[in-house]
């Protein structure tokens, strides 16, 4: 049986569990692009990726210091006057989860608990700022992972930028690499419905809002084979070079090095590869890439259910 069959077979016995799913495979050796689930994936279907937003945001952060324009100890204050907090944050800390910032905001777990369908609705730039001036800061250098802290960050860049965050990693990031469908704002026409692990629909997606830099982008598989196939080998000039800086760990802890954004796996057979995975309301994703191969592997799902080791379990079977 071949690498590829192993694939299908893979996907085959996974995607029972699923209401749709897509996986996206790279490398030297070609790659392609796997649908399947309980309902049909067109084309072109877009999903929420989450957490994995974290990635393009660190790139916005990673072409800025490149170009000359901050650096990673830059307090973000500088970009946001006014800005209240226990302790100096720099934009280095925000990206690499050190500032030592909640993992959310309060107002998150209150919504939360009274199970509000969209807990991130009304966080505005204002409630963004009160809960940074509000929020304890504990272990300070230490990774200690903060969506709170990645909003604030896309918020910054954005503020400084004079733009909508959308708008912002369009241009630094998507259109360079001719990411069309990558967005904030996706046309409700071609948006999957997230389920829950039994089944049924979510009401609506998250909106995230002033929190945006933390996982508000949608992508189609197609565009996330794209991304991964440039993670691995990165273009010439800038965004390249920023590519490269954001996949160069930062700070270490025990079998994991934290780039800008990244995860980068020290130990076991995935050594050396990029990761990041995202899980939204409904929604879940997985991204890893082994430059070293040049191979990456892509797996998003509209079910509230882990693609981790589906990921993972790609770059093996796609492996030449």
Not at 233 to 241: Q, R
Not at 305 to 317: I, N
Request: hydrophobic share 45%; aromatic share 4%; glycine share 14%.
């Amino acid at each position: 049986m071949s690498r590829l069959d192993d694939l299908d077979a893979l996907i085959g016995r996974t995607a029972p569990h699923h209401s749709a799913l897509a996986v996206a495979t790279t490398g030297p050796g070609g790659g392609g692009i796997h649908r399947a689930g309980r309902h049909e994936v067109p084309p072109g279907a877009l999903w929420q990726i989450g957490s994995v937003t974290k990635v393009f945001t660190a790139l916005v952060l990673a072409r800025a210091v490149v170009r000359g324009d901050v650096t990673l100890e830059t307090p973000v204050a500088a970009l946001l006057p006014g800005l209240e907090a226990r302790a100096p944050i720099t934009l280095g800390q925000l990206a690499t989860h050190t500032a030592g910032l909640p993992r959310v905001p309060g107002s998150v777990w209150r919504h939360a608990l009274t199970r509000d369908a969209d807990p991130y609705a009304g966080i505005d730039a204002g409630r963004l700022r009160a809960a940074v001036g509000s929020a304890r800061l504990r272990g300070a250098g230490r990774p200690r992972y903060s969506n709170l802290g990645f909003g604030l960050l896309g918020h910054a860049l954005a503020a400084a930028a004079g733009t909508a965050y959308g708008d912002l990693v369009h241009a630094e990031v998507c259109e360079p690499l001719g990411l069309a469908d990558t967005t904030t704002t996706p046309p409700a026409s071609r948006t999957l419905t997230g389920h829950t692990r039994r089944g049924r629909a979510r009401a609506r997606a998250w909106g995230f809002d002033a929190m945006a830099g933390c996982g508000a982008l949608w992508s189609s598989i197609e565009d996330m084979q794209r991304f991964a196939a440039h993670v691995v080998d990165p273009p010439e000039g800038e965004l390249g070079e920023a590519m490269r800086l954001a996949a160069t760990p930062v700070v270490e802890t025990a079998g994991v090095g934290h780039g800008l954004g990244w995860l980068v796996l020290r130990r076991g057979p995935a050594a050396g590869c990029l990761f990041h995975n995202g899980g939204t309301y409904g929604f879940r994703s997985a991204l890893v890439a082994d430059p070293a191969t040049g191979r990456a592997a892509v797996a998003l799902a509209a079910t509230d259910r882990s693609v981790d080791g589906l990921a993972f379990r790609a770059l093996k079977a796609a492996a030449a």
